[in-house]
């Protein structure tokens, strides 16, 4: 089955800095990988998902890459804000119905 | 609108009690999910139906019993829980159940076993 390795798993940066999170991943047939926010007390929101016919995709701040060859993708949070603390989680495809999580990375934007 | 909704937002119950959580989804989705997260841990996946049927049970014990009465609605059970089943419970919801479907969250239930 899949396995997702995510890191790191805490990471603080100041406010307006870049946060980088790097996901790999086992299985060369998996073709979608989503990022999720949660926020303390809330579930996951779907902030990001990149599929595999494309390298990079941009939303504003927010950006995902991916390499299929050496299997791993990456979230890229470029000007962070206060309000982008959380937990972000990767995942990828696990067989036809599920999808395994990353660890998860503890990220704290400093004012 | 890409909104799941879980009641209730807390529970707290005894060893002994039962009790249900609810989830709804009005985005035509065809799958919808049971995960449970422990603090500081992924969610881990109990439970999918697909098509109002379910399509996987992850082994989990029986005292947790899913229920899909339509493609809107989950029902999740609870009997006879432990302490250590105190967790967040999410639904989840996704357009027919892929991988490669977006899943889609609720706020969750916070569960404590007392």
């Known amino acids: 089955g899949e396995n997702v390795e995510q890191h790191p798993s805490t990471l603080s940066v100041q406010e307006g800095d870049s946060a980088v999170i790097k996901c790999t991943y086992s299985d060369s047939a998996s073709n979608y990988f989503p990022w999720y926010k949660q926020e303390l007390g809330k579930g996951p929101q779907l902030i990001i998902d990149i599929r595999s016919n494309v390298g990079e995709k941009k939303d504003q701040r927010i950006a995902v890459t991916l390499n299929k060859t050496a299997k791993h993708f990456s979230l890229h949070i470029t000007e962070t804000q206060p309000e982008d603390s959380a937990v972000y989680f990767c995942?990828?495809?696990?067989?036809?119905?599920?999808?395994?999580f990353g660890t998860g990375t503890k990220l704290q934007v400093i004012p | 609108d890409t909104e799941v909704t879980q009641t209730p937002k807390h529970l707290v119950m005894g060893m002994t009690n039962k009790k249900s959580l609810k989830c709804e989804q009005h985005m035509g989705h065809r799958a919808m999910y049971w995960y449970k997260q422990k603090a500081k841990k992924p969610p881990e996946l109990m439970f999918v139906?697909?098509?109002?049927?379910?399509?996987i049970n992850e082994s989990v014990p029986s005292r947790f019993s899913p229920e899909c009465p339509n493609s809107s609605l989950l029902n999740l059970h609870l009997h006879a829980l432990q302490p250590e089943d105190s967790a967040l419970y999410l639904c989840?919801?996704?357009?027919?159940?892929?991988?490669?479907?977006?899943?889609?969250f609720g706020p969750g239930t916070r569960l404590t076993v007392l």
């Open positions: 989840a919801s996704s357009l027919q159940g892929m991988g490669v479907d977006t899943q889609y």
């Open positions: 995942a990828a495809p696990q067989g036809y119905q599920k999808v395994t």
């Open positions: 139906y697909s098509y109002e049927k379910l399509s």
